[in-house]
């Protein structure tokens, strides 16, 4: 079947570095996306990675391994703003997304 | 960028009454767009696939004939929440998928958060 994984929620201090790691098992992959979502809002597209390796944009940084199955998130600096939930979904064979539940982050002062 | 709405933001409702809820892709075609609902502290659930001019996916366990869903143009969506009842209360979340990219992303719309008395 298919499925994502990724931790259900993590702290970490403003100012720090965090990684959320996400694994995933789908029928066929045509890439890894990561979306950011503040309660009570919809997601905004944060990363797209299909190919393996690291794809850095400003603060974040989305990393990928396809033989692995494995992907996951860096956020620097963290402020205080970017606490929200961080999901992260695999797109299958047929470009349907498939959705983890998603990374609750509490940034800490 | 691409741009989603949704239309309206948030509607009250009695239970037993039926509420439309629209997705626009303002700059672009959308030739599939994704209905989700999301319960609070619970991430996103998809419940139907929409192709313009053809009948929606349906994924399993969501009821076809209580989540009425309409394609009838590249840019607009609407789903019909039919009969509601408080268990129905949520957010609902369309996504457009944004074709002839190199990934096909989705684009969300602001969501409409539903409640039901």
């Known amino acids: 079947g298919q499925n994502i994984d990724q931790p259900t929620e993590m702290t970490a201090t403003e100012g720090a570095i965090v990684q959320i790691n996400c694994t995933y098992q789908?029928?066929?992959?045509?890439?890894l996306f990561w979306y950011q979502q503040h309660a009570g809002e919809a997601p905004t597209f944060l990363s797209y990675?299909?190919l393996d390796g690291l794809e850095e944009k400003g603060r974040f940084s989305s990393f990928l391994s396809r033989s692995k199955g494995y992907s996951y998130l860096l956020l620097k600096e963290l402020q205080m703003k970017d606490s929200a939930s961080y999901l992260c979904?695999?797109?299958?064979?047929?470009?349907?997304?498939?959705w983890g539940a998603g990374t609750k982050l509490i940034i800490k002062p | 960028g691409a741009v989603v709405s949704q239309h309206p933001s948030w509607v009250i409702c009695k239970s037993g009454t039926s509420v439309k809820i629209e997705c626009r892709s303002l700059?672009?075609?959308?030739?599939?767009m994704f209905w989700y609902r999301q319960f609070p502290k619970q991430s996103l659930m998809l419940m139907a696939t929409?192709?313009?001019?053809?009948?929606?996916?349906?994924e399993q366990g969501v009821e076809k004939d209580k989540f009425l869903i309409n394609h009838a143009s590249l840019t607009l969506s609407t789903l019909t929440v039919t009969s509601a009842h408080p268990e129905d209360s949520s957010f609902y979340i369309c996504?457009?998928?944004?074709?002839?990219?190199?990934?096909?992303?989705?684009?969300f719309g602001p969501g409409t958060r539903l409640t039901v008395l």
């Open positions: 990675n299909v």
């Open positions: 996504s457009a998928r944004l074709a002839g990219t190199d990934y096909n992303e989705q684009f």
């Open positions: 789908t029928s066929g992959f045509n890439g």
């Open positions: 929409s192709n313009e001019g053809s009948k929606a996916t349906y």
């Open positions: 979904a695999a797109s299958d064979s047929n470009y349907q997304l498939i």
């Open positions: 700059d672009f075609q959308a030739t599939t």
